[in-house]
């Protein structure tokens, strides 16, 4: 490994309120409390990128010791966070797959979601595949423990676990329908469906514990259910002019929505209520990630220019933009950042993990300045 300067940080102005009364009052040097940097890079050893390094996702665990990464390489890699970020260099530090990477799953078919199974310690993972299967993976034995094809064999771009006992999965697929199913309850059988009618983008349960799923949809909307009566809706976003591509809840109150139109939106669940519209990455045809800090309310996401942008949620332009050209002056034809998850882990002190479509791992660290 060795140690590497980056100069590809854009700081943003302070954008004009949205809308004055709804503004945090905040003085502008509020925007600018936080100072990001690469901490660590991890890429592969053969020269330049290629589209069968695409990471499709990113997923970092609960305790914010560990991250995996899936993609088109049809393998789950798990790598240690401590360990990468071991280094007490100022300077970012690059490694190798190969030696970075702590154990590999290789898998039948090309990678679109993965997630940690809540309540297994970091030793079950879930993954959703191009060829409609969700696969749960026991991480030591690297084998694979539960499997469900019930997406009639279309593409499952999105799975999740609810956050109550006992743990219940959602997968989201091409079929447009977003299926519940448990696996002690025969077989792994579907035990309730939302039949949407256009391709479901991405699936989140309520982090919080609480009984509401999200659902972004091809068809331009997104919808919030409530698990326990989940024939119709309790909330229908509509705001985006593209797909939407990502759901992710910021609070018990709130959802964060990316669509394809290049926008985020936020939204108050109770009121169906779009609150602000965040501007500044390119998104019109790709899964770019998105990915929530929910203790200080920072917004991840990726672009298909090539760079990972940063948003506050007071503020619709973004606080800190990052450049994800390779090193060596080798560039990947139509590079963009494809996925992004932040750790959950710390108040004044964040970890922020985005892959490429070339599979370079960026690891970035956070810090809140000092009162001046």
């Known amino acids: 490994m060795k140690n590497v300067s ?7 102005p302070n954008p004009p309120p949205q809308d004055p009364d709804q503004e945090d009052r905040s003085t502008s040097a509020t925007k600018f409390e936080w100072d990001f940097s ?32 899936g993609g088109i390489a049809r393998k789950i890699r798990v790598y240690s966070l401590n360990s990468l970020l ?4 100022l300077e970012a530090t690059l490694f190798d797959h190969a030696t970075a990477c702590h154990y ?4 039948p078919a090309k990678l679109s979601s993965l997630k940690w199974k809540p309540g297994s310690g970091s030793q079950v993972m879930g993954s959703a595949d191009y060829d409609g299967v969700v696969t749960e993976y026991d991480l030591e034995t690297k084998m694979p423990v539960y499997e469900r094809d019930e997406h009639s064999g279309r593409r499952v771009w999105s799975m999740d676990y609810s956050h109550w006992d006992p743990v219940v999965g959602a997968s989201g697929a091409d079929d447009g329908t977003m299926q519940m199913w448990d696996p002690r309850h025969d077989g792994g059988k579907c035990v309730a469906k939302v039949v949407l009618g256009s391709p479901v983008c991405c699936v989140e349960f309520n982090p919080f ?15 919030v259910y409530d698990v326990r009566k989940i024939v119709d809706p309790v909330a229908v976003f509509d705001g985006h002019q593209r797909t939407v591509s990502y759901t992710r809840f910021l609070d018990d109150h709130t959802v964060v929505t990316s669509g394809t139109d290049g926008c985020l939106k936020m939204w108050d669940i109770e009121k169906q209520h779009m609150i602000r519209t965040y501007k500044g990455h390119t998104n019109q045809r790709r899964f770019v990630g998105l990915s929530i800090w929910r203790n200080q309310g920072l917004i991840g996401c990726g672009s298909e220019s090539n760079q990972l942008f940063v948003y506050d949620k007071r503020w ?3 606080i800190w933009v990052h450049g994800f050209e390779p090193e060596g002056g080798r560039r990947y034809e139509d590079g963009f950042v494809s996925s992004i998850c932040w750790s959950q882990e710390g108040e004044d002190e964040c970890t922020l993990v985005g892959g490429g479509s070339d599979g370079v791992v960026k690891i970035f660290s956070g810090k809140r300045k000092p009162l001046t």
């Not at 590999?104 to 898998?107: A, E, K, M, V, Y």
């Not at 514990?209 to 919808?223: E, I, M, Q, S, T």
Request: aromatic fraction near 4%; glycine fraction near 12%.
């Open 6 to 12: 980056f100069q590809s940080e854009q700081t943003h």
């Open 38 to 69: 690469v901490s660590a890079v991890v890429s592969s050893s053969v020269a330049g990128g290629n589209i069968s390094d695409t990471l499709g996702v990113v997923e970092v665990n609960s305790s914010g010791n560990l991250f995996a990464t």
């Open 86 to 89: 071991s280094s007490s260099s």
């Open 104 to 107: 590999c799953i290789c898998t």
């Open 209 to 223: 514990g609480g009984a509401l799923v999200a659902v972004g949809c091809a068809d331009r909307k997104a919808y």
């Open 316 to 318: 619709g332009e973004p």
